[in-house]
C-alpha cells in the first residue's frame, strides 16, 4: 500500500512557551478568559506568564500558565482545546515535573464554586482542598465586571476555591 501525504502525529509534545509563542497564544487565552484572569484579588495577563504548551499533530491541544511566588506555584490558567483527551493531565504532571526542578514546594489553583469538573479534574490528581473564600468573586468583578453572575450547571458564581498539591513530599 502506498501513502501520500503527511502522515498525521498524534504525538503529544509539551514545551516551554516562548516568546515566538505569544501572539498566537494571546489570542487563544483573550478567546477563553479574555485579557485579565483576577484570582484572591490579583490581576493576572496570562498571556504575558510563563507557561507550558502542548502541541499535537503541529497545532495546538492545551496551555497552562502559571505564577511563583516563593515556594508556591499558582496555576493561573488551563486550557484543552478538546477536553477529556488527557491534555489537561499531561499539562498539570509537566508543571508538577517542572515545580519539583525549580525546588517550588506546592501548586496552588484556584476556581470557583460553579466549576464542578474543575474540582473533580483537580482532586483526582492530588490536590487537596485547602480553603473556601466566600464571596471572593464579587470582589473580583469589581475588578472585571464581565465575570459572569452565573457559571457552570446554571450556578451562581460567588466564591473562590483553593486547592493544593504539596510536592515536598512527592506529590
Given at each position: 500500500?502506498?501513502?501520500?501525504?503527511?502522515?498525521?502525529?498524534?504525538?503529544?509534545?509539551?514545551?516551554?512557551?516562548?516568546?515566538?509563542?505569544?501572539?498566537?497564544?494571546?489570542?487563544?487565552?483573550?478567546?477563553?478568559?479574555?485579557?485579565?484572569?483576577?484570582?484572591?484579588?490579583?490581576?493576572?495577563?496570562?498571556?504575558?506568564?510563563?507557561?507550558?504548551?502542548?502541541?499535537?499533530?503541529?497545532?495546538?491541544?492545551?496551555?497552562?500558565?502559571?505564577?511563583?511566588?516563593?515556594?508556591?506555584?499558582?496555576?493561573?490558567?488551563?486550557?484543552?482545546?478538546?477536553?477529556?483527551?488527557?491534555?489537561?493531565?499531561?499539562?498539570?504532571?509537566?508543571?508538577?515535573?517542572e515545580a519539583r526542578r525549580r525546588q517550588v514546594r506546592r501548586l496552588i489553583?484556584?476556581?470557583?464554586?460553579?466549576?464542578?469538573?474543575?474540582?473533580?479534574?483537580?482532586?483526582?490528581?492530588?490536590?487537596?482542598?485547602a480553603a473556601v473564600r466566600p464571596g471572593a468573586v464579587e470582589e473580583s468583578?469589581?475588578?472585571?465586571?464581565?465575570?459572569?453572575?452565573?457559571?457552570?450547571?446554571?450556578?451562581?458564581?460567588?466564591?473562590?476555591?483553593?486547592?493544593?498539591?504539596?510536592?515536598?513530599?512527592?506529590?
Open positions: 500500500m502506498c501513502h501520500r501525504g503527511r502522515v498525521a502525529d498524534n504525538t503529544l509534545r509539551i514545551k516551554p512557551v516562548v516568546n515566538a509563542d505569544r501572539p498566537a497564544l494571546g489570542r487563544f487565552i483573550a478567546s477563553r478568559w479574555g485579557l485579565t484572569v483576577i484570582v484572591h484579588g490579583t490581576v493576572f495577563r496570562p498571556a504575558e506568564l510563563p507557561g507550558l504548551v502542548a502541541v499535537r499533530d503541529g497545532r495546538l491541544a492545551g496551555l497552562l500558565t502559571y505564577d511563583i511566588d516563593g515556594d508556591s506555584l499558582e496555576i493561573v490558567t488551563l486550557d484543552a482545546v478538546t477536553p477529556n483527551g488527557g491534555v489537561g493531565s499531561a499539562l498539570v504532571t509537566a508543571i508538577a515535573d489553583v484556584i476556581t470557583t464554586n460553579d466549576n464542578l469538573d474543575a474540582l473533580r479534574f483537580y482532586q483526582r490528581r492530588e490536590f487537596r482542598l468583578r469589581r475588578l472585571k465586571p464581565q465575570i459572569n453572575e452565573i457559571g457552570c450547571y446554571d450556578i451562581p458564581i460567588r466564591d473562590e476555591i483553593e486547592l493544593v498539591r504539596d510536592l515536598a513530599y512527592g506529590g
